[in-house]
């Protein structure tokens, strides 16, 4: 609660500083497996705030646009500049990588698909929810409970079950977990790759409405890749479609959605099945 | 050195010619003085050097052997220690290879003692600057339990990124209400590199700090050396609210009274009959000879 509060707080300092700054400018980003293998002259901005969804099929390169977005693989071509708390820009690709691991568990966020491989499988929820912090220097016991209570409480997963191990939770639960871990930090930006991928449905509507009301109360940015529209529909601002490797099509959600232009957008929202 | 302590030393032994001095071939221990000054002049980094085979399994100090083959001269005087005691199959068949393939004097005092090799304890008695304490470790990252990929655990420490050492001491508050890791307690040396003790007792780990004496540690297996140089700071991880502690005994050693060391427990009879005795054997036997023996 704390963690949170204070970054409501940090975060509204920004934007009343700056509401018009972006928060990520990508530039030509490429990296290319393969002909139209992976990802190619990718560029946007990201504001505070705003979640974007990146759609499109298998293969068309939105996990590796998702990668070279987090700094966690570097690209062939092409420049990312992230604005910091400090309000510097940093060049992601030409930043240490001491300062790319720092950002990736203080101010950004990265929720896997699989929480296996985002959770520390063999050490308790509340452990996982107090490595950011530890790392962050935070040595008070007493403090790192009560940092786990409490986001256990927001994820809504009982509370009493902080000292349990993470296999011992449904699928669903390891991923709210998944996403408490990130949001301890209290993160500005949070890439999520699929996070409702592989959870039945009903299972996915309610972490859904709980990513919504997480994003939307802690002011995140948030980029996020999904194959499911709906996903996109209720969570994304602002979408980009990807095809082989390009974007294809990029603006407002309920725009292209709705109304989508590049016959891959068209084909791709008409083959969603309307129960 | 006085004839007083010369008379506790073992006679010096015969040298057996078949073998080059201490075992292992010159260029070999070559090798592994350059690591080691590399070692030293990085407090607790690892550094990896190319572990030869020992005639004795892996897991019995074959690292520890290869650091004291490197280090040892013929005026040395070596003391081997295995859970505290000179007199366990371990610690004297070690004693008596370097006997035999060097020719060394041995000694079971701490204080008459060059180079003390040891595996779980560091001895009662206070080190002095003329001493090299040589630990044999199983496994010298304290980064493996939770990261079991080297180039990682070797980005982490290059990055200072030791978060998930916490990690593992919140796991025994959360469990059993205290930080119940009891040896291999890790350590931060020279307020940089996060560094295992080897399996020594956390009552220890307060020895480590400052100590005039050179600390060296070798993996054989894992064929990593890393090093504490003399007074360099050492100290151990712990919370805030649930600082390090060493450990304490509600009893007296049994055979020499003392009250401040690590104590042996031992079962005596069927009926679990208790008694508790210091785990350093030479310690033990000084305070007895000296008649300072309370009981």
Known sequence: MIAAQHLHEKLHQDVLADPVQPLLKVKGLSKLYGPEKGCQDVSFELYPGEVLGIVGESGSGKSTLLSLLSGRCLPDSGVIDYRTTQDHWLDLYSASEAERRTLLRTEWGFVEQNPRDGLRMAVSAGANIGERLMAQGVRNYQQLRAAGLDWLNQVEIDPARIDDLPRTFSGGMQQRLQIARNLVSGPRLVFMDEPTGGLDVSVQARLLDLMRGLVRELDLAVVIVTHDLAVARLLADRLMVMRRSRVVETGLTDQILDDPQHPYSQLLVSSVLQP | ?295
């Open chain 2, 1 to 295: 050195m006085n004839a007083a302590t010369q008379s506790h030393a073992q006679p010096r032994p015969e040298r057996d010619e078949a073998y080059n001095f201490a075992y292992l071939d010159e260029q070999t221990k070559r090798m592994i003085r350059r690591g080691l000054l590399k070692a030293v002049a990085i407090p607790g980094y690892q550094v990896p050097f190319g572990g030869r085979e020992m005639p004795l399994p892996y897991g019995w100090g074959t690292g520890g052997m290869q650091l004291t083959a490197a280090i040892l001269g013929a005026e040395d005087v070596l003391k081997v220690i295995d859970q505290g005691a000179d007199d366990t199959t371990n610690a004297v068949s070690i004693r008596r290879f370097f006997a035999r393939t060097a020719g060394v004097e041995t000694t079971e005092r701490t204080p008459e003692a060059t180079i003390i090799q040891t595996r779980h304890r560091i001895p009662e008695t206070p080190l002095h600057a003329d001493q090299i304490m040589v630990y044999q470790v199983p496994i010298p990252d304290p980064l493996r339990f939770i990261e079991p990929s080297e180039t990682e655990t070797r980005t982490m420490h290059a990055l200072n990124d030791y978060g998930v050492m916490h990690v593992k001491l919140y796991e025994d508050i959360a469990t059993f209400g205290h930080i119940a890791t009891a040896y291999a307690y890790p350590v931060t040396v020279n307020e940089r590199y996060v560094m295992d003790p080897s399996p020594i007792p956390k009552f220890d780990n307060p020895k480590l700090d400052m100590s005039p004496a050179l600390m060296l540690f070798a993996a054989g297996r894992e064929k990593r050396l890393y090093a504490v140089p003399p007074f360099t700071r050492v100290t151990s991880l712990d919370f805030e609210d649930h600082p390090f502690e060493v450990q304490k005994w509600a009893h007296n050693c049994a055979i020499c009274g003392s009250h401040d060391s690590f104590l042996d427990e031992l079962i005596l009879d069927d009926r679990g009959t208790q008694s508790f005795v210091c785990s350093d054997t030479d310690y033990c036997a000084q305070r007895v000879s000296q008649g300072r023996a309370e009981q």
